[in-house]
C-alpha cells in the first residue's frame, strides 16, 4: 500500500526559502509534486523518476525550485527559494507506478497536502 506524508509548510516572508518533504513508502517510480493556489485548479510544479536522475520543472519553478528524493530515506524534497506572493499554495507530492509525467491525472496516489503562505 503506497502512502505518502508531506510536511515543512508554513508561513514565510517573500524571498525567503522552504524544503518540503514527502515520506512515501513503496514509492520507487516517478514522483512529482503539484499545487493548488487558493481558488485556482491544482497546477504541477516538478516531477522526478524513480532514479532521481530525470526530472522536470513548470516554467514558474524553473530555477528557483528544485524536486530532489532520497531513495534510502523514501523521502521525496522540494527545495523551495526566492518564494513569492504568488507561490502560496497547498502544495501535494503524488506517486506513479511509471516514468516522469506532467499531468496529475497520471498520478495514482496523492499525499494530503502542505500548506505554504508566503507573505510580503
Known amino acids: 500500500q503506497v502512502q505518502l506524508v508531506e510536511s515543512g509548510g508554513g508561513l514565510v516572508q517573500a524571498g525567503d526559502s522552504l524544503k518540503l518533504s514527502c515520506v512515501c513508502s513503496?514509492?520507487?517510480?516517478?514522483m512529482g509534486w503539484f499545487r493548488q493556489p487558493p481558488g485556482k485548479e491544482r497546477e504541477f510544479v516538478a516531477t522526478?523518476?524513480?532514479?532521481?536522475?530525470?526530472?522536470n520543472y513548470a516554467d514558474s519553478a524553473k530555477g528557483r525550485f528544485t524536486i530532489s528524493r532520497d531513495n534510502a530515506k523514501s523521502t521525496l524534497y522540494l527545495q523551495l527559494n526566492n518564494l513569492q506572493l504568488d507561490d502560496t499554495a497547498v502544495y501535494y507530492c503524488?506517486?506513479?507506478?511509471?516514468?516522469?509525467?506532467?499531468?496529475?491525472?497520471?498520478?495514482?496516489?496523492w499525499g494530503q497536502g502542505t500548506q505554504v503562505t508566503v507573505s510580503s
Open positions: 503524488a506517486y506513479r507506478d511509471g516514468p516522469t509525467a506532467t499531468y496529475e491525472g497520471q498520478y495514482q496516489y
Open positions: 522526478i523518476s524513480g532514479d532521481g536522475k530525470l526530472t
Open positions: 513503496g514509492c520507487a517510480y516517478a
